[in-house]
Nanobody, 117 residues
C-alpha cells in the first residue's frame, strides 16, 4: 500500500521561509511524479510544484523563484522549500504521487501552512 505523509507545516510571518516534507512509502510501481498541491478556502486546488524520478521540475507561475522542490537521494522524501512567503500562500498543502501530466493517483493527508503577521 502506498502512503504519503506530509510534515513541516505551520505558522510563519510574511517574508519568512518554511520547508514541508513528503515521505513516500510502499509499492510505488512506475508512478514517476511527486507533486505538491495546495487548497485555500474559497479557491480551487492548484498544482504548486512537481518533480519526476529523473529530476525534472515544474512550478506554478505564482511560486517561481520563491519555492524549490527537491528529493533526497533515495527518492523517498520530497521537499518543498518555500521562501519569501506571502499571505496568499496560506493553504493546506498536499503531497501527491502519480504520472507526469496526469491526475494524481495517491494523496497525502495535507499539512496547513499559514502566512500571517
Amino acid at each position: 500500500q502506498v502512503r504519503l505523509v506530509e510534515s513541516g507545516g505551520g505558522l510563519v510571518q510574511p517574508g519568512g521561509s518554511l520547508r514541508v516534507s513528503c515521505a513516500v512509502s510502499g509499492r510505488v510501481s512506475s508512478l514517476n511524479t511527486v507533486g505538491w498541491y495546495r487548497h485555500a478556502p474559497g479557491k480551487q486546488r492548484e498544482l504548486v510544484a512537481g518533480i519526476t524520478t529523473s529530476g525534472s521540475t515544474n512550478y506554478a507561475d505564482s511560486v517561481k523563484g520563491r519555492f524549490t522542490i527537491s528529493r533526497d537521494n533515495a527518492g523517498n522524501t520530497v521537499y518543498l522549500q518555500m521562501n519569501s512567503l506571502k499571505p496568499e500562500d496560506t493553504a493546506v498543502y498536499y503531497c501527491s504521487l502519480g504520472f507526469l501530466n496526469a491526475r494524481p493517483v495517491y494523496w497525502g493527508q495535507g499539512t496547513q501552512v499559514t502566512v500571517s503577521s
